[in-house]
């Protein structure tokens, strides 16, 4: 006698997982929108947490940069602030490494309380992230970085559902937050340069970098078929 197959979403593991995966993430949204939890990576505290500090305010910029990134603030407003607080080049790299702490988290995250039940849930969406980031992981990330109009936090969680290896990921995540980081630690720097000339080089690179974006992303959307799902929101 042949006994029942249970849905593979009855499944209570799977399941757990995605209800603590939704849990957490609707937290999120009333920890930044209900308790102003994004009102406090601003001048103001950086001046009295951070600048003159020494190592100490670094760290604590670089964790809750990494926390915040991780949970969706723009990752631009941490570059500015790392670059008000510490310089150009300290506040770029940073910014860089905050960023990147913050994705790898959000990308395990994602694969491990969320891949199980959405890979069930959703199989053709995560079909063609898959396949969007198969072959050449490294350069498709960077070309999603890249891509003006794509949600950081939503390309970290899904790619961490899809079958993306992580070092590729990681290293292409990396080389595509680096323009934007560079831009946005220069606007927020010291440097000794005249405002009105870092202003218009900070806008011009940021033009620059967009042009490249959009240029990359639709070459490679249109040989690789990637729907909107990563486009949807902006950075």
């Excluded at 209800?19 to 957490?24: F, H, K, M, Y």
């Excluded at 990576?41 to 809750?64: F, H, I, S």
């Excluded at 913050?102 to 995250?109: L, N």
Aim: charged share 15%; proline share 3%.
């Amino acid at each position: 006698m042949t006994g029942s197959v249970r849905h593979p979403l009855l499944d209570s593991r799977v399941l757990l997982r995605g209800l603590v995966l939704i849990a957490t993430l609707a937290a999120i949204g009333l920890l930044l929108h209900g308790l102003g939890l994004q009102d406090m990576l601003q001048t103001g505290w950086v001046d009295a947490e951070v600048r003159g500090k020494g190592a100490t305010g670094e760290a604590l910029l670089l964790l809750a940069g990494a926390a915040f990134t991780a949970i969706g603030l723009p990752r631009q407003v941490l570059a500015f602030l790392s670059g008000y607080a510490l310089g150009f080049m300290n506040g770029t790299v940073l910014a860089l490494a905050a960023t990147m702490v913050g994705a790898v988290a959000s990308f395990h995250y994602a694969r491990f309380m969320g891949r199980a039940y959405l890979l069930r849930r959703f199989p053709h969406r995560l079909k063609k992230i898959d396949d969007f980031l198969a072959g050449n992981t490294a350069a498709m990330a960077l070309v999603l970085r890249l891509a003006p109009f794509t949600n950081n936090l939503a390309t970290n969680l899904a790619a961490g559902v899809s079958g993306a290896r992580p070092l590729p990921f990681f290293a292409g995540s990396a080389a595509g937050y680096l323009p934007q980081t560079v831009i946005f630690a220069l606007l927020g720097s010291g440097v000794a340069l005249d405002p009105g000339l870092r202003m218009g080089s900070g806008v011009a690179l940021f033009v620059l970098s967009t042009i490249v974006g959009i240029w990359l992303w639709r070459r490679t959307r249109g040989a690789r078929g990637l729907s909107e799902e990563l486009a949807d929101a902006e950075d």
